[in-house]
């Protein structure tokens, strides 16, 4: 029951999904799947929050270190969780405004969308820019051309870099631009394709996009064995050790 | 850290402080104003029902003009907002208490928040909706199909939504195993579908069609066409190397190293991109530093009582 139950529910729902998608009569079981994958998924984020609550209350009441920490994050959870879900500040909706709950709980000036707009937005978004940095820094100490596949990396990210932006005009745009209104000749173009923005647009459009081709074709048969591996059963680590 | 780097940070702090100082006493910065927009909704009988006061975010420059006023909220959520930047910043220099208060805001304000917009969008419509759809109507989503029907097949998802929270529950842990098979099981089905459409099937099409470019005039554009088959070349040199049930040795072999040569020009790519995106991002922030926060672009810093007037002298201009 513990084991086998869990099984059988993966296995059926996952081949009731892949038959939806070729079987028209089966088409609204594939949707309704998603519908209730879609609200497993939101309560899965209760768990994530009640979890993160749990283990950040008992840091505090035990006192380890950075607890303090931690009581910050249970206050930002708890003032955020309260607002959202009380939609504080919201202003009521134009069709059914007498209906006080029917607001939009992220419009332009409710406390959810001053937390998102002050707090969560800036603080995410300096933390990715951060990165900036560390890339830079670690691009410094670890690249170095010392074969031809090192060589053919800091090229391209040389070139990438440069093609986006201004430098690129200043050092190319000396060589000739392709006349919109005369036939190109082959020379013309060529000339034209060594500019370092058009360059940019052909490593990105043609290698790169060949690299990314072969790397996705590889992920998606990777992928669909898995995924028969956990519907046969094959697969069964989501199961746990089975000590519980 | 070595003294020489203290000193430079210190040098950075001092500079910054005798700024940030110089800012608080001489300019106006750091306000945010809003112009009010009285909402009003009339009954049948043409009497107003209700209204309300919607405001939006105009720019300082415009703070004088009629209905336009300071708002106290938005102000703070700038000044928070910016310190928390500056609090992130501070990591730069090592870890701190300052980054560790605001990843602890982040952290704890992040949880809730994808909580909230679970609940709204999908708990409250799709759950609750689907079981109590007229209960629901009355408050939380007026909305709602008024010809629509308890659906009491929603009971399962709201019965493994439970077998789900009992993971908090001391005993009893196997019980989340089913909603987790079947979160599995969806998982598996979703992505075997639409990865083998989007990323095999199509992108196989995608590569092979076209391998002749036309151009406007009907011929062959050269170009393209040797692009299109470089294209062709590449993903299969690729995925040879990806394949290993075969040895890499003569051609096989030198197939695959033209494959990794291909690779190595996408990550090389996928490098410049990465940066580029991180730098565009950061200029964002700094963006939002020096001009929403500090109001140093003359525009918005000639609004408010002439602000560019007092930098401008001491900038020798």
């Known amino acids: 029951m513990k084991r086998t139950a869990p099984l059988l529910i993966a296995a059926t729902v996952g081949f009731i999904i892949i038959v939806s998608t070729f079987i028209p009569y089966t088409e609204s079981w594939g949707e309704d799947s998603m519908i209730w994958f879609d609200i497993l998924a939101a309560v899965a984020f209760v768990l994530g929050g009640g979890n993160l609550l749990k283990m950040n209350l008992k840091k505090v009441s035990e006192r380890r270190p950075g607890w303090a920490y931690s009581a910050i994050i249970i206050a930002a959870f708890l003032i955020t969780l309260t607002v959202g879900l009380l939609k504080v500040g919201t202003h009521p909706n134009e069709v059914f405004w007498n209906k006080p709950w029917s607001g939009d709980y992220i419009g332009e000036g409710s406390a959810l969308w001053w937390i998102y707009e002050y707090l969560i937005y800036p603080l995410t978004s300096t933390m990715f820019a951060m990165l900036a940095f560390y890339i830079a820094s670690a691009a410094f100490r670890a690249f170095r051309a010392k074969n031809m596949e090192a060589s053919l990396l800091l090229g391209t990210a040389f070139i990438v870099l440069l093609g986006r932006t201004y430098a690129a005009i200043i050092l190319t745009g000396w060589l000739p631009e392709l006349a919109h209104d005369a036939e190109p000749s082959f020379f013309g173009q060529l000339w034209n394709g060594l500019r370092l923005e058009k360059l940019t647009e052909t490593i990105m459009g043609v290698f790169n996009l060949a690299g990314s081709r072969a790397i996705n074709i590889g992920i998606a048969l990777g992928i669909a064995s898995t995924s028969l591996k956990v519907l046969l059963g094959i697969d069964r680590s989501y199961l746990g050790t089975g000590e519980d | ?317």
């Open chain 2, 1 to 317: 850290m070595n003294n020489r780097a203290n000193a430079i940070w210190a040098i950075i702090f001092v500079v910054a402080a005798i700024f940030l100082g110089w800012r608080i006493a001489t300019g106006n910065f750091g306000r945010v104003y809003v112009k009010s927009q009285q909402v009003t909704v009339n009954a049948d009988d043409g009497s107003v029902a209700a209204s309300w006061e919607t405001h939006t975010k105009v720019p300082p420059r415009d703070h004088q003009e009629e209905g336009v006023s300071l708002s106290i909220p938005r102000t703070i959520g700038l000044w928070a907002g910016a310190i928390l930047t500056l609090c992130i910043f501070s990591f730069l220099y090592g870890d701190n208490p300052f980054y560790k208060t605001a990843e602890s805001i982040v952290v704890g304000a992040s949880a809730a928040y994808l909580m909230v917009i679970g609940f709204w969008t999908q708990i409250i419509p799709n759950l609750i909706g689907n079981i109590v759809p007229d209960w629901t109507r009355t408050w939380a989503t007026p909305g709602l199909d008024p010809e629509a029907k308890a659906d009491y097949v929603y009971l399962l998802p709201l019965m493994l939504s439970i077998m789900l929270l009992w993971r908090l529950a001391p005993v009893g842990g196997w019980i989340s195993r089913w909603p987790l098979a079947f979160f599995i099981g969806a998982t598996a089905g979703f992505r075997l579908i639409g990865f083998m459409e989007a990323d095999f099937v199509a992108q196989i099409r995608a590569t092979i069609i076209p391998i002749w470019v036309k151009d406007a005039a009907g011929g062959v554009d050269i170009w393209a066409s040797i692009g299109a088959l470089t294209m062709i070349v590449g993903v299969i040199s690729c995925l040879i190397y990806f394949f290993f049930s075969l040895e890499h040795k003569g051609v096989v072999g030198k197939t695959a190293r033209l494959g990794i040569w291909f690779l190595m020009v996408t990550f090389g790519a996928g490098f410049g991109y990465t940066v580029m995106g991180r730098i565009a991002l950061l200029s964002q922030r700094l963006e939002f530093l020096f001009y929403e926060w500090l109001w140093l672009d003359s525009p918005t810093a000639d609004a408010v009582s002439g602000t560019a007037s007092l930098i401008m002298p001491a900038l020798g201009g």
